[in-house]
């Protein structure tokens, strides 16, 4: 019997070598039909025998090409044409398409083939491409993504390339960056003063100054990297200075795996993270002791390592030999990634002794993305090059949303139907150039995912620039989100979660409805609005920010706090290793109530107890202390925790009251109970008073599903204790994977909450 069936497919679809995928599965089975892009997808429709026509049905999911991705698969019988041949409508123009443009995907293991063949046509042709790999999102300037709206449209193919380009059987069957040593971009060495360096092979040369110990400013695929030799101590230590950056890791690129391996241990899921096609950086433990020079992360257990992705990086590694670059995002300190050569000249002139660039321009900025393993799962920390733009995939419609973020390590999202587009990291926005780009992220994406946004949903702290962009804005609804109602409705929305769940939000700062500063919140919320269950007791932030840098001024807020003026007396290494002056001038500050405003943030008092231990006294980038206690925790840990005490009350929300903890660690302090045991039963006492109030909210409210989100929930040791916890009190856990916890999650949160405003 001859049937004929539709299906119409939604997702990545389109650009990503689908059509030449389903015409080989129809022809094989010699099937007759159509495939035509759609306004929101691809519809298939084939004719033959009912056998084939089922087989090919079942079998057009399951092995699409590596950058498809199926959303929505519905398959419908229609009547028969009688067709002969299986063809490939072109797109019209006319037609109106919403395409999700692809992220931009590491070098394929074809593509590698041909780079080391010196047979090939692209033998050690440094932008190879084809379907399945290459640049996508970095080089859109428009849609639809056709060669004409990237930054290839100024490359016109050679005979060759365009005869590839236009087979429907050919691996570079439409890949828009299709190219080759005759037709495109080309390697140029530039010195620092962007004047071209004569030279047969830029990358040779690039390669012998890297060795020699420089430092190369290289222009990659969302931006410029520092590269210099990760063995080099000379070399690490000046890019360090140069850099004006104190301690901060640089992430380490290295050739592969097996030399990875070398370096850092390695488990299952960081090994799949470190080798998928988006390549993200991954926070790895290091092995020691080993050849990086130990300045690349100073006193951190961690080391970010990546695998090369474009085929520039692929062949950098074998003209140097190197067995690690540090490969550094090209900025000074927290600007954003620089991408134009003119830029790169203007800006990096400071930091690189050359410039390796080239012709083909990064439309987009996109820097690389970090994740890490933690109780099993792949967590994003920042979620930018290889993610961007593919949607979060949300479990309903909503309208059409724009959420900026918030102030640090901002990202924006849009949405449109059942997609949450999140941006690229952009940064902290109090820095110029990093607002200059938060504005440019916002119209670009506006343009290449056609969203108009009706709404505009931002976070109440007034002083955020990125609120005060969104309050100036007209002709929409503006809707303000509390931070940690953020937090918790974007690990929501991650999850698909409806209704009301317990949500833990831990950070360091977000704006409060009391106009305090919150970030030890545990909330009982929906989208549509939240109720603060309990808090960390307020204490003093002495100095405001610089409270923040100096996580000794937190230590004295919480000893004043809790012991009074006579905490100047303690007998205690901390008190002892005080400047009397500094102290006394710091408790009258708080005394007589000068920039000394309330918190209940977590991060502040991970920062005092991490003061208190010894571990840090003053901070050079954000969470430093925090994360090096937490690196202080010896495995195994043990079980003692420091009690802490919930103050119930039927008026407010119940206090989380630190005391008790400072006196037991005050009496460890006295005694010389070493750091890791004092870390570990630090976080066992948050561990352990979480897991009292969750049980306490759940026998009052009868809710069972709890969200744990914000930035401290990057603590790998804390998320996997608490999570634990939980689940053996059989609660439902969920903790952020494809979002970051941090504030690089934000903006997701507060569109969903915005979502759900009446209106
Ligand atoms: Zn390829
Ligand atoms: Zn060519």
């Known amino acids: 019997m001859i049937i004929r069936k539709r299906i119409d497919l939604e997702g990545i679809v389109q650009g990503v070598g689908f ?15 159509v495939i035509s892009n759609t306004s929101s997808g691809v519809t298939v429709e084939v004719e033959g025998s009912a056998e084939a026509v089922d087989e090919f049905v079942s079998r ?14 519905e398959v419908a019988v229609i009547p028969c044409r009688g067709e002969s041949d299986f063809r490939i409508l072109p797109s019209r123009r006319e ?47 428009d849609i639809p993504y056709d060669r004409p709206s990237t930054s290839m449209a100024e490359f016109r193919m050679c005979a060759e390339c365009q005869s590839e380009y236009g087979d429907s059987r050919n691996r570079r069957f439409h890949a828009q960056p299709n190219a080759c040593w005759c037709c495109g971009p080309q390697l140029e060495l530039l010195d620092i003063n962007g004047i ?12 012998e100054r890297i060795i020699a110990g420089q430092v190369a400013a290289v222009k990659g695929l969302g931006g410029f990297h520092l590269a210099a030799d990760a063995t080099n101590a000379e070399a690490v230590r000046r890019l360090r200075e140069r850099k004006h950056r104190v301690e901060k890791p640089f992430a380490v690129m290295v050739p592969n795996l097996a030399t990875a391996e070398g370096f850092c241990q390695i488990d299952p899921i960081s090994r799949q993270l470190l080798t998928s096609m988006q390549r993200p950086i991954v926070l790895l433990p290091w092995k020691r002791p080993n050849a990086i020079a130990a300045g690349v992360a100073p006193g951190n257990n961690y080391l970010g390592l990546f695998l090369p992705y474009t085929p520039l990086h692929h062949l950098l590694f074998a ?23 003119g830029e790169a000249v203007e800006r990096l002139k400071p930091l690189a002794d050359c410039l390796l660039v080239h012709n083909r321009e990064i439309l987009l900025r996109c820097d690389d993305s970090v994740m890490r393993v933690s109780a099993g799962r792949p967590r994003q920390l ?91 804005q007209q002709g929409m609804e503006l809707v303000g989100v509390q931070h940690h109602h953020a937090h918790i409705a974007s690990c929501m929305a991650e999850h698909h979660l409806e209704g009301r769940v317990i949500g833990f939000a831990l950070d360091g700062t977000g704006y409060g409805t009391d106009g305090r500063i919150w970030g030890g919140e545990v909330m009982v919320a929906g989208y549509e609005d939240f109720h603060r269950a309990a808090h960390f007791d307020y204490v003093k932030l ?80 954000e969470a430093q202390a925090a994360i090096e206690f937490e690196n202080a925790i010896a495995e195994p840990a043990g079980e003692d925790f420091y009690p802490l005490n919930i103050k119930l009350s039927d008026a407010g929300p119940w206090i989380i009251d630190t005391k008790p903890l400072f006196v037991e660690l005050l009496d460890d302090l006295c005694r010389q109970v070493p750091v ?28 069972n599903r709890v969200c744990l989100s914000g930035g401290t929930f990057q603590n790998r040791f804390l998320l996997e204790r608490l999570q634990q916890r939980l689940s053996g009190l059989s609660f439902e856990v969920f903790a952020h994977s494809e979002v970051p916890a941090g504030d690089g999650g934000l903006s997701l949160g507060q569109a969903l909450v915005a979502a759900h405003r009446p209106r």
């Open 19 to 33: 059509r030449p995928y389903v015409f080989r599965l129809a022809t094989e089975r010699k099937l007759a039909g």
């Open 382 to 472: 920042r979620r930018s090059r290889g993610f961007v733009p593919v949607p979060v995939f949300l479990h309903r419609a909503v309208p059409s949303i724009l959420a900026v973020g918030g102030e640090l390590k901002n990202t924006i999202c849009l949405t449109k139907g059942k997609y949450a587009f999140l941006s690229q990291h952009i940064g902290d926005l109090e820095n110029f150039e990093s607002y200059r780009f938060f504005e440019e992220a916002i119209a670009h994406l506006r343009k290449i995912l056609e969203i108009e946004p009706v709404v505009v949903a931002y976070d109440l702290h007034p002083d955020y620039f990125c609120t005060r962009w969104a309050l100036e």
């Open 95 to 141: 037609q109106h398409v919403q395409t999700l443009i692809s992220a931009d995907v590491a070098t394929c293991a074809d593509c590698l083939a041909e780079l080391f063949d010196p047979a090939d046509r692209r033998y050690g042709y440094p932008f190879i491409n084809c379907t399945n790999c290459g640049p996508r999102f970095t080089i859109v300037r």
């Open 542 to 621: 002495p100095g405001g920010a610089a409270a923040i840098r100096e996580p000794w001024r937190m230590a004295v807020s919480y000893l004043a706090h809790h012991f009074g003026a006579e905490c100047a007396g303690l007998d205690i290494p901390f008190v002892r290793g005080l400047d009397p002056r500094k102290l006394q001038l710091l408790l009258n500050m708080m005394e007589r109530n000068l920039n000394s405003p309330l918190t209940s943030s977590c991060g502040r008092l991970f920062d005092a107890v991490a003061a208190l231990a010894g571990v840090r006294q003053a901070v050079n980038y």
């Open 676 to 703: 890791p045991i004092i870390s570990a039963k630090f976080h066992q006492g948050l561990v352990e008073v979480f897991a009292r109030i969750a049980q306490q909210i759940r026998e009052r409210d009868q809710l």
């Open 319 to 341: 003209e140097t030999g190197a067995r690690a670059l540090v490969m550094t995002s090209a900025n000074l300190s927290e600007e954003p990634i620089v991408i134009g050569n």
């Open 196 to 207: 071209r360096i004569e030279c047969a092979d830029p990358l040779a040369a690039t390669a």
């Open 60 to 73: 057009l999911p399951q092995e699409p090409p590596p950058l498809a991705r199926i959303i929505q698969f």
